[in-house]
């Protein structure tokens, strides 16, 4: 098992494919917008690689390519049952949240590192331009009574003090500035819903949302989404959207936005 330097991490596109490519922040590790480490079995220029574990700085993991790899998956093992003394941003004891995690893994994860596995399936959308609908506001609507900001450099420490995902989908608040974009409603100087990108990859935007406890049942997860879509549509983006099954008010909102649902796919949660 090699782990790659930052400027070899571009090998490893060779392993994406219709299965794996829909996942914005694994390709968000191999263009650097994230930090994150990747290993792979070998690095060769002719070849490329066969199989390839990368894992960001939330502890999200991804594998990519052959799975009868035997000498390689006993370093994977390796990897995960060292995970919780790893230093860096993969420390402080987080477990290991493995997206697209393939009956074979779950099982060899079960059988020979740990029985604390929970499953929540998730759901992949895929966005269809000709279903959407507007779901904002205008200037004319007096039942709005809220403003609507888009993040910029005067308000963006008051974003990522509402919510640190700016932070963690993105290296700093000056990259999330320079490639990324967002929106925030406020009532009155307070923030109580944001709409961020999480990420931007090969021109799709992973979209992320948050509301305020009090503020919810009120329309405004619709409002922010639909202006963070605006933006996309404008600038030639793809919006995506993806999340876990059993969350119901998630899945109603993106079908009201034109999203359509491509696959359900595994995502487990490793204690270690």
């Given at each position: 098992m090699i782990e790659l330097?930052?400027?070899?991490?571009?090998h490893v596109k060779s392993l994406l494919n219709e299965e794996?490519?829909?996942?914005?922040?694994l390709k968000s590790v191999i263009s650097h917008n994230i930090e994150g480490r990747i290993f792979v079995d070998e690095l060769n220029p002719q070849k490329g690689c066969q199989s390839a574990l990368i894992i960001n700085n939330m502890g999200w993991a991804y594998f990519l390519g052959r799975e009868d790899n035997d000498d390689f998956n006993e370093h994977v093992e390796e990897i995960l049952k060292s995970f919780a003394s790893m230093t860096g941003n993969l420390a402080n004891n987080n477990p290991i949240i493995w997206f697209g995690i393939s009956d074979y893994?779950?099982?060899?994860?079960?059988?020979?590192?740990?029985?604390?596995v929970q499953d929540y399936p998730r759901m992949q959308y895929i966005f269809n331009p000709e279903g959407y609908q507007f779901g904002g506001y205008?200037?004319?609507?007096t039942n709005f009574h809220y403003e609507i900001a888009e993040i910029t450099e005067e308000n963006i420490q008051q974003a990522i003090a509402f919510n640190e995902s700016i932070i963690n989908f993105w290296q700093s608040k000056e990259e999330f500035l320079k490639k990324g974009f967002g929106y925030i409603v406020l009532d009155r100087e307070k923030i109580i819903s944001q709409s961020i990108s999480?990420?931007?990859e090969d021109g799709e935007v992973e979209i992320d949302i948050l509301?305020?406890?009090?503020?919810?049942g009120k329309g405004l997860a619709k409002i922010i989404a639909?202006?963070?879509?605006?933006?996309?549509?404008?600038e030639g983006l793809i919006p995506k959207w993806d999340c876990i099954v059993n969350n119901t008010p998630s899945r109603?909102?993106?079908?009201?936005?034109g999203f359509e649902v491509k696959k359900e796919y595994n995502l487990s949660i490793i204690n270690l």
């Open positions: 330097e930052k400027k070899d991490f571009q794996n490519h829909h996942f914005p922040l893994w779950r099982g060899r994860v079960t059988e020979r590192l740990t029985t604390d205008t200037k004319d609507d999480a990420s931007v509301t305020e406890q009090d503020y919810r639909s202006r963070l879509i605006e933006k996309c549509l404008g109603k909102l993106a079908e009201q936005l």
